[in-house]
């Protein structure tokens, strides 16, 4: 790596993602926070599992809808002021929690959450696609999953402890939840306006040659995935967009509901654990989960591959949901939602590294953002299913049914690897093909 390259490219990383990466931990915080507030909440307002599924649910169908128009914006007006915008809104959104006094007041404002937030994480990625080279491009998404894990780990013994400990005014502790979560957001929405450049001509912290060199990179890299910038119509049309897609829906049921769920299903582990120290406990998964996405991610950019770097992943949370479902000992069942987590966190690094080698401009920002919609359904789909599920037959159905959804995952990874290893057949056959008719025309030429 050259003198250029090497500052440039570090320049990006210390600039860049310890920002991007709190951005999204405080994301996680307002996501989740739910989960604990369910632990108090639910009995205070009694809500069953199913009635708690579908709130947790709720959030993802105001993000469903707006998260593609949300991107289209995004790229249009630049992100600096979109994601402060994304920030501001659901931080004010996650505060008024605070007043609500019935079930539906809830369930409207994590709909209306869903809005506010929609668009965050693939702004972000679609962020990323603008400044780093493919090479580093793993790496900077797994930094961004070490924030969402450092917010699942430091929002758990908070949670935990507001939820003992604080009724000041005479209100129950997880109302006070959603106001300590809620702020930071608004804080970090107005110093996201004056600290994020948009694009590398707006860094002032890049040299001259350091510009001219991220510029000409990140063009050479389009240039020779023959990524061209393609129309909105068209950008809905990319099978390849849809079959990221398909595989992000069926990953996320499980990824999305292990994160929404997880506080319920560890203080079933044991008829002794306080709110408390399910809050401490809580803190275990995404420990662990921080230093594989970390190893995962770079692991994944020395080699290039992203396809195996998605499915061992996934069979490393199937591993841990097993234990977590079969075993009798609690803490053998704390291990494995440990090793679930650390194994659902791993697959995003190489999985999102993916869509910009597919599309680019515009296409990147909706292609992106339909991925990340399809998600936002399987979370809607997979919490309404849990709900019902746990409510019927119990946690470890539950369980169960995210080991399912987990191996269909890999079934569609695996035949989007088939599809390009022929494509790249077919491709080769061409350029053979190709040659030998030119070979052929020289020779004839010369025999002429």
Not at 205 to 217: G, I, M, P, R, T
């Amino acid at each position: 790596m050259d003198s250029v390259q090497k500052r440039t490219i570090s320049k990006l990383m210390w600039r860049l993602a310890p920002f991007t990466s709190l951005l999204y931990l405080i994301a996680l915080l307002d996501r989740v926070n739910i989960g604990y507030a369910g632990m108090q909440m639910n009995k205070e307002l009694g809500i069953g599992p199913a009635a708690f599924g579908a709130l947790a649910a709720a959030f993802f169908v105001g993000y469903f809808f707006f998260e593609v128009p949300s991107n289209m914006i995004l790229e249009r007006v630049g992100s600096r002021k979109w994601i402060a915008r994304i920030m501001v809104s659901w931080g004010i959104v996650t505060c008024l929690v605070f007043f609500a006094t019935k079930y539906w007041h809830i369930y409207v404002l994590r709909l209306l959450l869903g809005v506010m937030e929609a668009g965050i994480l693939p702004g972000l990625v679609f962020y990323f696609t603008l400044w780093f080279p493919t090479k580093q491009r793993a790496k900077v998404v797994a930094y961004l999953f070490v924030g969402s894990q450092l917010g699942m780990m430091l929002g758990s013994p908070l949670a935990g402890l507001i939820l003992d400990n604080i009724s000041w005014f005479g209100r129950s502790g997880w109302r006070w939840l959603f106001i300590f979560e809620g702020l930071p957001a608004i804080i970090m929405g107005i110093a996201t306006w004056f600290y994020l450049p948009d694009k590398p001509k707006d860094a002032k912290w890049l040299a001259v040659d350091e510009k001219q060199w991220l510029v000409n990179k990140l063009e050479t890299e389009r240039a020779l995935n023959k990524v061209e910038p393609i129309s909105i119509a068209k950008s809905f049309a990319n099978i390849k967009v849809w079959h990221l897609a398909a595989i992000y829906f069926c990953f996320q049921i499980a990824a999305q509901t292990i994160t929404f769920w997880m506080p319920l299903i560890i203080k079933g582990f044991s008829a002794t654990f306080t709110n408390t120290a399910v809050g401490f406990i809580g803190m275990l998964p995404p420990l662990f989960s921080i230093f594989f996405v970390i190893f995962w991610g770079a692991h994944s950019d020395r080699s290039g591959e992203r396809k195996f770097h998605m499915i061992i992943p996934i069979l490393v949370s199937i591993c841990g949901f097993l234990f977590a479902a079969f075993s009798k000992n609690p803490a053998t069942r704390v291990a494995g939602m440990i090793v679930a987590q650390a194994g659902t966190v791993g697959f995003f690094a190489p999985f999102w590294s993916l869509p910009s080698v597919y599309v680019t401009g515009m296409g990147a920002a909706i292609g992106i953002a339909i991925i990340n919609s399809c998600s936002s359904a399987s979370g809607f789909f997979g919490n309404m299913a849990v709900g019902r599920i746990t409510a019927a037959l119990g946690p470890n159905a539950a369980l169960v049914f995210m080991i399912i959804t987990s191996v269909i995952t890999i079934g569609l990874i695996l035949a989007m690897r088939l599809q390009d290893v022929a494509l790249q057949a077919d491709t080769k056959s061409q350029a053979d093909a190709s040659r030998v008719r030119l070979r052929e025309g020289q020779i004839a030429t010369m025999q002429e």
